[in-house]
T-cell receptor, first 113, second 114 residues
Framework: QKEVEQNSGPLSVPEGAIASLNCTYS??????FFWYRQYSGKSPELIMS????GDKEDGRFTAQLNKASQYVSLLIRDSQPSDSATYLC?????????????FGKGTKLSVIP | GAVVSQHPSRVICKSGTSVKIECRSL??????MFWYRQFPKQSLMLMAT?????????EQGVEKDKFLINHASLTLSTLTVTSAHPEDSSFYIC??????????FGPGTRLTVT
């Protein structure tokens, strides 16, 4: 059973600080990695996707991938109260043509005003 | 981003009845659609993968005769929960995949079985 592990939190950061979210995965063949944000009672919303080692920045969000360590992270700069949500790490399953995702349990982030 | 709709958003049904949930990709043709289930404080669990015109592929432990999936077109997939029981109460979410892009999630359907 391929797994995606996340610290469930809650992770509390003050407004304006950097929030750091981490994720490890077990499927070495995975090639696509995603971060989703999920507000309570809502469906997930794609925040970032990353496919190659290194950093990828989009506004206040930076995703980092290290395939050798099977580790992916998300940094949120200048955290805002509206960033308070559960962040889900998702990893595609290895295998030709596999678009299926395995999700972690999510890290609950709380940004304190 | 692409838009995926689900209907209904909430449904309450009695034990033993069947419920149909629709998932539509509104502005693109989805090569594949996925159905997930999420229990409170749990992550999304993939139930099945659906390709237009072919039978759905179910995840281990998901009863295909209980959760009927029909993917009649590139923009519509339906999930029917047959003979629903209270333990089927959950948040059901579909996603639509467009080749070369990501999965786009619908808003979800909250099912309560009484």
């Amino acid at each position: 059973q391929k797994e995606v592990e996340q610290n469930s939190g809650p992770l509390s950061v003050p407004e304006g600080a950097i929030a750091s979210l981490n994720c490890t995965y077990s499927d070495r063949g995975s090639q696509s990695f995603f971060w989703y944000r999920q507000y309570s009672g809502k469906s997930p919303e794609l925040i970032m996707s990353i496919y190659s080692n290194g950093d990828k920045e989009d506004g206040r969000f930076t995703a980092q991938l290290n395939k050798a360590s099977q580790y992916v992270s998300l940094l949120i700069r200048d955290s805002q109260p509206s960033d308070s949500a559960t962040y889900l790490c998702a990893v595609n399953r290895s295998g030709a043509g596999s678009y299926q995702l395995t999700f972690g349990k999510g890290t609950k982030l709380s940004v304190i005003p | 981003g692409a838009v995926v709709s689900q209907h209904p958003s909430r449904v309450i049904c009695k034990s033993g009845t069947s419920v149909k949930i629709e998932c539509r990709s509104l502005d693109f043709q989805a090569t594949t659609m996925f159905w997930y289930r999420q229990f409170p404080k749990q992550s999304l669990m993939l139930m099945a993968t659906s390709n237009e015109g072919s039978k759905a592929t179910y995840e281990q432990g998901v009863e295909k005769d209980k959760f009927l999936i029909n993917h009649a077109s590139l923009t519509l997939s339906t999930l029917t929960v047959t003979s629903a029981h209270p333990e089927d109460s959950s948040f059901y979410i579909c996603s639509a995949y467009r080749f070369g892009y990501e999965q786009y999630f619908g808003p979800g359907t909250r099912l309560t079985v009484t």
